[in-house]
């Protein structure tokens, strides 16, 4: 079936380490997000890729870095840079050409210990 | 810049009770209008596109409809399993890969 696929559904971070949050997808699309959501609040663009080896920072992209070296492969690395990284963690795809809707993964709860 | 603003914020209705979910929106050029339905600790979960003004879709109990300004997402006789957070976004004209706006949802809690 195809699908977008995070990974781990949660992650847990010591102050000043830096975590990579997996997102992978099989529908051919040429655009990945990654959003960031916290409670009560809509969906915060962090980047966004829509080709391979180039991405776009969003409106919050301050303590975070992705990578886009394959078409279905686009991970989120959390810095210790990034002061209040508690959140929930979306991974989006869809086809930039069209006027179609993106595809969401399950999701990465992401907490600080 | 585009902007997309749902309300209410939450919303309780008593099983059976029908109502309206708004998604006002300010866009440069609008392409299309998204609904999705999102479960608490899940990814938003995609219902319904729309293309232009007048435009409408349903899908059991859900009716969304387009205007100009703005969009309403309609919950006919609601069931308790129909309790979500629903999320509308647009994508506007932009010309680039990031044309998706989101707003910050309306809470619906059904009660039996």
């Known amino acids: 079936d195809g699908g977008i696929t995070q990974s781990p559904k949660y992650l847990f971070r010591k102050e000043g380490q830096n975590v990579t949050l997996s997102c992978e997808q099989n529908?051919?699309?040429?655009?990945m997000y990654w959003y960031r959501q916290d409670p009560g609040q809509g969906l915060r663009l962090i980047y966004y890729?829509?080709?391979?080896?180039?991405?776009q920072k969003g409106d919050i992209a301050e303590g975070y870095s992705v990578s886009r070296e394959k078409k279905e492969s686009f991970p989120l690395t959390v810095t210790s840079a990034q002061k209040n990284p508690t959140a929930f963690y979306l991974c989006?795809?869809?086809?930039?050409?069209?006027?179609?809707?993106?595809?969401f993964g399950q999701g990465t709860r992401l907490t600080v210990v | 810049e585009d902007q997309v603003t749902q309300s209410p914020e939450a919303l309780r209705l008593q099983e059976g009770e029908s109502s309206s979910l708004n998604c006002s929106y300010t866009?440069?050029?609008?392409?299309?209008l998204f609904w999705y339905r999102q479960d608490p600790g899940k990814g938003p979960e995609f219902l319904f596109t729309?293309?232009?003004a007048g435009e409408e879709k349903e899908k059991e109990r859900l009716k969304a409809t387009l205007t100009k300004k703005e969009s309403f997402l309609h919950i006919t006789a609601p069931k308790p399993e129909d309790s979500a957070t629903y999320l509308c976004?647009?994508?506007?004209?932009?010309?680039?890969?990031?044309?998706?706006?989101f707003g910050s949802g309306t809470q619906l809690t059904v009660l039996p």
């Open positions: 989006a795809s869809r086809n930039s050409l069209s006027v179609g809707e993106a595809f």
């Open positions: 529908l051919n699309h040429d655009a």
């Open positions: 890729s829509q080709i391979v080896n180039d991405f």
């Open positions: 866009v440069s050029g609008l392409r299309g």
């Open positions: 729309l293309y232009s």
């Open positions: 976004a647009v994508h506007a004209s932009s010309g680039s890969a990031r044309q998706l706006t």
